[in-house]
């Protein structure tokens, strides 16, 4: 909790490389906000394998980290850090679904659930005491890491459900992409696993709002063709209407160093930006693969299409 009242977090969830990562950034530009990256990932990337921190200081050695550290571990014990990471990966997983919403599981699990819930309570408190901030953004986009969330107490979870073009975000995964997080290249999917994820994961994010959420949906496409309108919706959602924004007239943004725990490459950039539409894969993806992707996630595509600035639940 910050001053007694309930942590606002925005959870950006949806499927990988739909543009999370430069929404994340854009937001932690607002003042009182800050962008954390994929939270999700932060013991095993962060804590346990010192990755590069969005700064671009390893991760232990980041004075910013280094201190929300000493507030929520004290004197960190890595081998307490390798069993909150362990416990991460027996709860954090989309087939536990029904555990996190509902508890629909035995008496272990919903105590791993619990124990994990508390663990993650105490890490965005020690973030939000150490940054000052009232927001937090948290882009980590996996649906069971949403559902875990929506389960901590003292937290005012907005979910914002975040739709890229699936043709897009399978050229996207088909391409070659470096990381200096780690100093390796990022993994690369076939059309057919990425059509199959888009459609399962966003379908699954799509329920959080029958399912009682804090929900709103934002089509990469808008926010790419209005990026000032589309943060002004963001900021009604999170009802934070007159914060600033950060995004001038010819959609450019000034981007700081955020001190993102994990995400895209992209959180490592800094300065001047024009945020634009990325239609490369309309000229540059093979016809064949374009056509299959798109047989395959027609529904998708029909439901989550770019529908111009707006707030929709």
């Given at each position: 909790?910050?001053?007694?009242?309930?942590?606002?977090?925005?959870?950006?969830?949806?499927?990988?490389?739909?543009?999370?990562?430069?929404?994340?950034?854009?937001?932690?530009?607002?003042?009182?906000?800050?962008?954390?990256?994929?939270?999700?990932?932060?013991?095993?990337?962060?804590?346990?394998?010192?990755?590069?921190?969005?700064?671009?200081?390893?991760?232990?050695?980041?004075?910013?980290?280094?201190?929300?550290?000493?507030?929520?571990?004290?004197?960190?014990?890595?081998?307490?850090?390798?069993?909150?990471?362990?416990?991460?990966?027996?709860?954090?997983?989309?087939?536990?679904?029904?555990?996190?919403?509902?508890?629909?599981?035995?008496?272990?699990?919903?105590?791993?659930?619990?124990?994990?819930?508390?663990?993650?309570?105490?890490?965005?408190?020690?973030?939000?005491?150490?940054?000052?901030?009232?927001?937090?953004?948290?882009?980590?986009?996996?649906?069971?890491?949403?559902?875990?969330?929506?389960?901590?107490?003292g937290v005012d979870?907005?979910?914002?459900?975040l739709v890229r073009?699936?043709?897009?975000v399978a050229w996207?995964?088909?391409?070659?992409?470096?990381?200096?997080?780690?100093?390796?290249?990022?993994?690369?999917?076939?059309?057919?696993?990425?059509?199959?994820?888009?459609?399962?994961?966003?379908?699954?994010?799509?329920?959080?709002?029958?399912?009682?959420?804090?929900?709103?949906?934002?089509?990469?496409?808008?926010?790419?063709?209005?990026?000032?309108?589309?943060?002004?919706?963001?900021?009604?959602?999170?009802?934070?209407?007159?914060?600033?924004?950060?995004?001038?007239?010819?959609?450019?943004?000034?981007?700081?160093?955020?001190?993102?725990?994990?995400?895209?490459?992209?959180?490592?950039?800094?300065?001047?930006?024009?945020?634009?539409?990325?239609?490369?894969?309309?000229?540059?993806?093979?016809?064949?693969?374009?056509?299959?992707?798109?047989?395959?996630?027609?529904?998708?595509?029909?439901?989550?299409?770019?529908?111009?600035?707006?707030?929709?639940?």
């Open positions: 909790m910050l001053n007694d009242r309930p942590l606002k977090v925005l959870f950006i969830g949806g499927y990988g490389r739909s543009g999370s990562t430069l929404l994340d950034r854009v937001l932690g530009q607002i003042p009182g906000f800050l962008s954390v990256g994929e939270l999700r990932h932060v013991f095993q990337e962060g804590f346990l394998e010192n990755r590069r921190c969005g700064c671009g200081e390893q991760f232990l050695e980041c004075d910013f980290w280094r201190a929300v550290t000493r507030r929520e571990f004290g004197e960190l014990d890595p081998r307490e850090v390798a069993e909150i990471a362990a416990l991460k990966d027996r709860v954090d997983r989309w087939w536990r679904l029904p555990l996190l919403g509902w508890r629909m599981g035995g008496p272990r699990r919903r105590r791993d659930v619990d124990r994990y819930r508390r663990v993650l309570c105490h890490l965005y408190a020690a973030i939000a005491a150490e940054s000052g901030a009232a927001v937090l953004i948290d882009s980590s986009k996996d649906v069971s890491h949403g559902y875990a969330l929506r389960g901590l107490d979870l907005h979910v914002l459900h073009d699936s043709r897009a996207s995964w088909q391409r070659r992409k470096f990381n200096p997080g780690n100093g390796e290249h990022m993994d690369r999917y076939s059309l057919l696993r990425t059509s199959a994820e888009w459609s399962a994961i966003n379908a699954l994010t799509r329920l959080h709002s029958p399912t009682g959420a804090r929900y709103s949906t934002l089509h990469y496409g808008d926010f790419t063709a209005d990026p000032g309108a589309a943060v002004d919706d963001v900021l009604t959602f999170l009802d934070e209407p007159d914060r600033p924004n950060p995004v001038t007239p010819s959609r450019t943004v000034h981007l700081e160093a955020d001190h993102t725990a994990a995400g895209n490459p992209n959180r490592f950039r800094t300065g001047e930006i024009e945020i634009a539409p990325d239609e490369e894969w309309r000229h540059a993806m093979p016809t064949p693969g374009r056509l299959l992707v798109g047989a395959l996630t027609a529904p998708g595509l029909r439901r989550y299409a770019p529908q111009g600035s707006g707030r929709r639940g």
